[in-house]
């Protein structure tokens, strides 16, 4: 029996947390624990002591786990190893689905840099009157020109991928921002080099060549909703608003002009 004034514990406390007697619960006496074993710990799996008819024992949380976000990294492991660049250029254009899901965790800033690159050093020729200035000027008046015009493409391609990584985060995407960016800058060079290269011969005001511009333009559109869709886990409508600004842009800087 216990002394007089204090109260009946039921069960046996001498096994309470596994720890010997006398060290259950006594006044004066601090409880440790190893890391993960405190009663109140948090994690998958881990034990957790609760009051039970009288008596602790050890369970584990219903929830199994508490879900911790990490920003910046997703929630699934990647699909597939890391595609080589020629693997990467063409499963854009003929399996973008299967292509934006296997590289949704992988940097490709070394082909999203180069094409884009290319790509701009190109795109002057693609507007009838920067055309003829080029053509017209003194090779070392036009160069530096071109090189200039290439980098302000590179440059305005990652400034509009970071835009569309942000918004596709205020969405609850959980992509990464570098798989995002890259991606997305492939994917407005590659689908707006038809469109190009008519333009390159036949001038940017051919019927023909305006045509392939809202054609590839759509096609980057369904492109680039795709790619937000897979690398951040979203539905296509909120894939489609992260990516609108950049589709927006595009049409301001490159369509339009054109016209």
Not at 3 to 10: A, C, L, N, T, V
Not at 59 to 66: A, E, F, H, K
Not at 139 to 151: D, E, K, M, Q, Y
Not at 238 to 256: M, P
């Amino acid at each position: 029996m216990p002394p007089s004034g204090q109260p009946e514990y039921f069960g046996d406390t001498r096994t309470s947390f596994g720890r010997p007697s006398g060290y259950d619960d006594a006044p004066g006496h601090t409880q440790s624990f190893a890391i993960g074993e405190a009663p109140d710990a948090y994690g998958q799996g881990s034990p957790y002591q609760q009051y039970d008819g009288g008596q602790y024992g050890s369970g584990q949380y219903d929830d199994g786990y508490v879900a911790t976000y990490r920003a910046g990294q997703a929630s699934t492991p990647p699909a597939g190893p890391r595609l080589h660049w020629k693997e990467l250029l063409s499963g854009i254009a003929l399996r973008p689905g299967q292509t934006f899901w296997q590289m949704r965790d992988y940097q490709v800033w070394g082909p999203a840099l180069i094409v884009t690159f290319v790509y701009g050093l190109l795109a002057v020729f693609g507007f009838d009157t920067a055309r003829k200035d080029v053509l017209n000027s003194a090779f070392s008046n036009s160069i530096p020109w071109v090189l200039s015009t290439a980098v302000a493409v590179v440059l305005s391609g990652l400034m509009m991928g970071a835009v569309t990584h942000a918004l596709a985060r205020q969405f609850g995407g959980d992509g990464g921002w570098a798989p995002t960016i890259g991606l997305s800058m492939l994917i407005t060079s590659l689908t707006d080099a038809p469109r190009l290269l008519f333009a390159i011969f036949l001038g940017g005001g051919n019927g023909l060549v305006q045509v392939l511009g809202w054609a590839t333009w759509l096609a980057c559109g369904a492109l680039l909703t795709s790619m937000v869709s897979k690398s951040h886990d979203l539905p296509w409508q909120k894939a489609l608003g992260s990516a609108s600004i950049q589709l927006i842009a595009l049409l301001v800087l490159f369509k339009l002009p054109t016209l």
